[in-house]
C-alpha cells in the first residue's frame, strides 16, 4: 500500500524533534535509519508481552515468540525473493553475515595460495574479515580498482581472477560514492570463471529492489537498522549448496541435532548458522520495516521527491567550486553524497552544520582503503531516505554555503 510523504514522515517520531533549536534534518541515513513507530511499537509489546526464548519451550509464550521470529524469516525470504525459508541466516547485521561466510566458507574451502577478490570502495566490514581469512589460511587478498568517478573498473574482473581464486566479494552501493555497482555482471562475469560472489548489500537493499534469484548471488548480507528496523538486527542470504556445505560459525545451543562427548551433529539449515539464544525481540521488527520500505517504492511522490532531491544536490555540489564531489557518475547515483570543501577540515564543517540541526557524517566512513585511494583524510557525506524532503536538501545546501563562508 502506498503513502504519501507526509503520512511516511509522520511514522518517524524522531524526524519532528528539534535540535539547538532549529527542526532536524537528518542526513546520516547511510549509517543508521530513524525508527518508525511500528518498530518501537512492536518491539516494546515483544519485549514486555511475549518475552520468552524461541524454539524451546512448550509454553504459551515460547510459542508466541518463536512464531513472531520465524514469521520474520518467511517475510525476509519473499522480500529477497529468496528460494527457500532455510537460505535466510538471522544475525546482528551485515558485518556478522559477512563475517561467518568468511569464516564458515573459508574453512570449507580456502586454502594456501588461494586467492579471495575485494574492491578499493568496500566498507571494513568486506574488508578485514577477509584479511583474518587470508591470514589464517595464508590466502591472497586481490583488490579490484574503481575509475577516477568512483565506478569500479568491471573490465579488470575477469584478468583478476584466476584458477586459484574461492569468492569475490563485492558491495551492492558504496556507502561512500553511492553508487550502485554493477553486481549483475560481475556476478555473471565470475560464475563464468567458477567463483561464487558475496554481495554486501547494507545499502543495497535500503535503495534498490533485491532479487537474490535474478542477481544470483551466492550470498547476500544486510542490516535491519539502516533498513527502518531494530538495531542488532541483520540477514545473511547463501545459496543452500553453499550453507550445507559449510561448517557452523559458533558453536552451542539451538544449533546443534545431538551433542555427545564422541561427537555432535548440527541442526538442518538454517538453525546450523544461529548459535545460542537469539534477539527475538528485534527480529520481528523486519517485518514493519519492510513492509514501510515496500509502500515508500509504491508512491510515486516519494519516488518524484527522492529524484528531485538528487538532481538538486548533486548539481549544486559538482557547480561550486569550494567543493570536491566524490563519487560523480550520475547515471549510477543514488542520493548519497561525499564531499571535501577545500581550505575547510570535514570535522569543523560537521560541527557547524550540527549547531544548524543537520545531522552528517564525517570522517572515514569505515572506508580507509578508499580514503586512501581518494588522497584524502576524511570526507562530509549527507545520506537522504525516502522521508527526507527537497526542502531539508535545500536547507541542507544553504546552511553548508554558509558554513563554508564562515571557515574560508
Not at 558491495?171 to 560464475?191: A, T, Y
Not at 562530509?380 to 558554513?403: G, H, M, V, W
Request: hydrophobic letters at 45%; glycine letters at 6%; charged letters at 20%.
Amino acid at each position: 500500500m502506498a503513502m504519501s510523504l507526509t503520512e511516511i514522515r509522520s511514522q518517524f517520531p524522531a524526524l519532528s524533534r528539534t535540535v539547538y533549536g532549529k527542526p532536524l534534518v537528518y542526513l546520516d541515513n547511510a549509517a543508521t535509519a530513524q525508527r518508525p513507530q511500528a518498530v518501537a511499537s512492536l518491539w516494546q509489546r515483544l519485549s514486555l508481552e511475549e518475552n520468552a526464548n524461541i524454539h524451546r519451550a512448550v509454553h504459551h509464550l515460547a510459542a508466541l515468540a518463536t512464531d513472531a521470529y520465524e514469521q520474520a524469516r518467511d517475510a525476509v525470504k519473499e522480500f529477497l525473493n529468496a528460494s527457500s525459508r532455510e537460505e535466510i541466516v538471522f544475525t546482528s547485521g551485515a558485518t556478522a553475515a559477512i563475517n561467518l561466510v568468511a569464516f564458515s566458507f573459508g574453512e570449507a574451502f580456502v586454502h594456501e595460495g588461494d586467492e579471495i577478490i575485494v574492491t578499493t570502495a568496500d566498507h571494513h566490514s568486506n574488508i578485514v574479515p577477509w584479511q583474518l581469512l587470508c591470514e589464517r589460511k595464508k590466502a591472497v587478498l586481490k583488490v579490484l580498482d574503481i575509475r577516477e568517478n568512483g565506478v569500479l573498473a568491471v573490465e579488470s574482473l575477469e584478468k583478476l581472477i584466476s584458477q586459484r581464486t574461492r569468492i569475490v566479494a563485492i558491495s551492492h552501493i558504496s556507502n561512500v560514492l553511492g553508487l550502485v555497482n554493477p553486481v549483475q555482471e560481475m556476478v555473471r562475469i565470475s560464475h563464468k570463471m567458477g567463483v561464487p560472489v558475496l554481495v554486501d548489500g547494507a545499502q543495497g537493499v535500503v535503495h534498490e529492489p533485491v532479487d537474490v534469484q535474478a542477481l544470483d548471488c551466492d550470498f547476500y548480507a544486510f542490516s535491519g537498522h539502516k533498513l527502518y528496523a531494530a538495531t542488532g538486527t541483520g540477514v545473511l542470504y547463501g545459496k543452500k549448496k553453499w550453507l550445507d556445505a559449510m561448517p557452523p560459525y559458533m558453536g552451542g545451543g539451538e544449533m546443534i541435532a545431538t551433542v555427545r562427548f564422541s561427537g555432535t551433529t548440527y541442526a538442518p539449515l538454517p538453525e546450523k548458522f544461529e548459535a545460542g539464544t537469539q534477539n527475538f525481540n528485534a527480529m520481528p521488527t523486519l517485518v514493519p520495516a519492510m513492509e514501510l520500505v515496500k509502500a515508500m517504492r509504491a508512491d510515486a511522490e516519494v519516488q518524484k521527491e527522492q529524484e528531485a532531491i538528487l538532481d538538486y544536490v548533486y548539481e549544486k555540489l559538482t557547480g561550486d567550486d569550494r567543493v570536491v564531489l566524490y563519487g560523480t557518475e550520475r547515471a549510477a547515483k543514488i542520493p548519497l553524497f561525499s564531499f571535501g570543501v577545500k581550505g575547510a577540515h570535514h570535522e569543523d564543517l560537521a560541527l557547524i552544520l550540527d549547531k544548524m540541526g543537520i545531522a552528517l557524517r564525517s570522517g572515514q566512513m569505515c572506508a580507509e582503503p578508499l580514503m586512501d585511494r581518494l588522497g584524502v583524510t576524511g570526507l562530509l557525506r549527507a545520506s537522504f531516505a525516502p522521508y527526507n524532503t527537497l526542502q531539508e536538501a535545500e536547507y541542507f545546501i544553504k546552511s553548508l554555503d554558509k558554513a563554508i563562508n564562515m571557515l574560508v
